[in-house]
């Protein structure tokens, strides 16, 4: 029996997940290092408080998804704690529409430079992976287990730490 929680074929995604995430991110450092100049003056149009408001809305709807664990664990409801993790992932996908909305508006597409191609690729794969932990969420809302609480939850905080990763490097760091 495995120590981790949820499904072992769970993991097997996750590992496969970050390991594409981490090739996402050392393309990044590298096209960072081959052109700083451009890197830089693009990365200036990104809205770092927007950027922030996500993390925090994903972190707190990750919170949300350890509480229904918990509360699952020690037989209580957990139902609220889940559909609230999920309303704020709807929220961090709408913030980032209103993000991407923003950025095309002044012009800034994948074709304006690499900069905005990585930031288009790896924020558009990072939102597709919320679209499928809101589904994985709502499906184990629907076929509730603990093991299956425990499957999605893993899957939830993965996203978490890309996005915790990815807002620093792509957002902040110069």
């Known amino acids: ?9 769970m993991w097997i995604l996750i ?14 450092a ?3 290092a081959l052109d700083p100049v451009t890197f830089n003056a693009s990365q ?13 809305v994903l972190v707190t709807s990750g919170w949300l998804v350890a ?6 664990t020690l037989g209580r409801g957990h139902r609220a704690a889940l559909f609230g993790a999920m309303a704020f992932g709807l929220v961090f996908l709408a913030i980032k529409v209103v993000e991407y909305a923003d950025k095309i508006g002044q012009g800034f597409t994948p074709e304006t430079n690499m900069f905005f191609q990585l930031y288009y690729l790896m924020t558009g794969f990072h939102a597709l ?7 994985i969420l709502g499906i184990v809302t629907w076929r509730d287990s ?6 999605g939850a ?11 990763l990815l807002y620093p490097l792509v957002y902040l760091l110069r």
């Open 129 to 135: 992976h919320v679209v499928m932990g809101l589904i």
């Open 146 to 151: 603990l093991e299956n609480m425990e499957t």
């Open 67 to 72: 509480i229904a664990v918990q509360r699952r």
């Open 15 to 28: 590992l496969g997940e970050l390991a594409v995430f981490g090739a996402l991110f050392v393309g990044f």
């Open 1 to 9: 029996m495995s120590s981790l929680p949820g499904n072992p074929m």
């Open 30 to 32: 590298v096209a960072r």
């Open 154 to 164: 893993a899957f939830w905080h993965m996203i978490d730490l890309i996005w915790v």
């Open 44 to 56: 200036a149009h990104l809205d770092g408080l927007l950027g922030g408001l996500n993390t925090m």
